[in-house]
């Protein structure tokens, strides 16, 4: 049988074939489109893991639509904590890499509610501390919201207080955690450990590896150096306007404010209040109080009602005792008070004890000592008490204040581990604003990684010379590496010149006006020094280059505990007269250079100022002369080094200026410069300037090859 054909009599036999093809055409673009519809569904439905860019932001942070994560009963539990973990063994510091800010990257999980079988919540909603403690963290320079960029993983899952968890189903959510890995590189944070009866010291919740930052820890749950101790936050902190209340004797000078207390450590406190009468305060929970009136902020003494916490600011000292946990909030309240903490309770590890001195804050007193205690703090002097105080309250402002304030010191230690090169000083933890000096670091105490260049600040110290002054302002602003120039206007009987008439540099300046003409003010540390590096001019040095400026701060960055300078003087000792003379002729011998134009630390500004041997810095002032030579003595005299000249260079005499313009051309000021010599010499007791018979040249300096080569070509002449 043949098969037959039937051809559209209105058109070729293509026809049919050209239907064909669009036929195909959709079939493909359908099959496409379902594939696609499939293979989303499939997606959306099959088990996996989805981990956003941006898991902790504004939207989710809300408890309302979290994702529901079903545990089973079987799901795996982690171990319990492991207490041989340190940071050597338990931490993957791999995982945090290099970074030029030397800063972790801290990743938290989405917020989710985890339910049992049963449709019973693990726990219960997110606390409003620990909301704020995750905000803290998303709002930190710390915080990444890429996973793969983390460094630390910090759960969204609430275990700051342990009365409201579920111990097995919460350490089961703890395992359903994408990048759990046995907890390595997890940091939890549990302000409130243990439960009844035994009140355990840290938190009971399984954890494996994860670190803890914990409110309570005692010396037998502590990992030291991997765990970190945190305060109990007390909520008072936000809810009373406590104003800071100066140092010096109060009205009780031993108060007991906690309630609930042991009945054995009631009884030795109220034995305290019976032997020392009406100087040790004893409160305890009030019973009479009127309907309305909340209880946690009012103290009793038999019927006498006291607010809470503001009585604490009426001691000297404050009893922190152990209640059932160890960690008590009651320390905050007493620091937020200035009253200074008298710490009863053995074996507590103090919040952030690895970095903070806790004895310029607080006594801690032996359990077994407590009937002792009164006499013990007697024995305090009271300048140190004022201190106590001035610390206490310092601790809380910069510490204990916030949630956020814990969160973020907390993070800090970590931080601190990790890149200890970059780590936070002991000075920049315990010092107080008042005392703090800023970024100012010792130069003795050198980074174990060279810092990154900030350039150096420009002092010029000038009375009445505006013409040199505008010279020396034009030539030191070509140098590549200034950052900022100072100028300090000595005069107080004329102004400086109006804005428009000074030069125009590409640097920041500024004009300082003194109160006094003294020749101190160069070395006063001044806010305006945000550079290490200090370069101290006089406004007639008009005659270096900046080829030699350059080169001198470079070779200041080699040895920054060092003055590093270009005109050289000796000392030397005058056997007739049997005492040290001063000398500025050309010698084959240095050992001082002077500030007239040297690069020093600025750390050397406030040893200047503030901790200058005898009355060496007032006897300057009132001789207007050797300040120079009081400087190169005290570097000397803390690093017990010599000084470093630079270049060949050794007239320094400006030819524009007059006999009447220097005080350095005045024949008595030179006679002077030796006494200051033996003047100084006897203050501090001995000679510290060191002689040497070298200086610093370029290396190809002098040498026959191309000036366009060198890196600093014109060094000038003598």
Known sequence: MCASVKYNIRGPALIPRMKTKHRIYYITLFSIVLLGLIATGMFQFWPHSIESSNDWNVEKRSVRDVPVVRLPADSPIPERGDLSCRMHTCFDVYRCGFNPKNKIKVYIYALKKYVDDFGVPVSNTISREYNELLTAISDSDYYTDDISRACLFVPSIDVLNQNTLRIKETAQALAQLSRWDRGTNHLLFNMLPGGPPDYNTALDVPRDRALLAGGGFSTWTYRQGYDVSIPVYSPLSAEVDLPEKGPGPRRYFLLSSQVGLHPEYREDVEALQVKHGESVLVLDKCTNLSEGVLSVRKRCHKHQVFDYPQVLQEATFCVVLRGARLGQAVLSDVLQAGCVPVVIADSYILPFSEVLDWKRASVVVPEEKMSDVYSILQSIPQRQIEEMQRQARWFWEAYFQSIKAIALATLQIINDRIYPYAAISYEEWNDPPAVKWGSVSNPLFLPLIPPQSQGFTAIVLTYDRVESLFRVITEVSKVPSLSKLLVVWNNQNKNPPEDSLWPKIRVPLKVVRTAENKLSNRFFPYDEIETEAVLAIDD?????????????????????????????????????????????????????????????????????????????????????????????????????????????????????????????????HMVERSECINKFASVFGTMPLKVVEHRADPVLYKDDFPEKLKSFPNIGSL
Request: proline share 4%; glycine share 6%; aromatic share 14%.
């Open 540 to 668: 007639d040095i008009i005659m270096l280059t900046s080829d030699e400026l350059q080169f001198g701060y470079e070779v200041w960055r080699e040895f920054p505990d060092r003055l590093v300078g270009y005109p050289g003087r000796l000392h030397l000792w005058d056997h007739e007269m049997n005492k040290w003379k001063y000398e500025s002729e050309w010698t084959n011998e240095v050992s001082m250079v002077l500030t007239g134009a040297a690069f020093y630390h600025k750390y050397f500004n406030y040893l200047y100022t503030y901790k200058m041997p005898g009355d060496i810095k007032n006897w300057v002032d009132a001789h207007m002369n050797c300040e120079d030579i009081a400087m190169n003595f005290l570097v000397a005299n803390v690093t017990g080094k010599a000084v470093i000249k630079v270049t060949p260079r050794k007239k320094f005499k400006c030819p524009e200026c007059t006999a009447i313009d220097g005080l350095s051309l005045d024949q008595t």
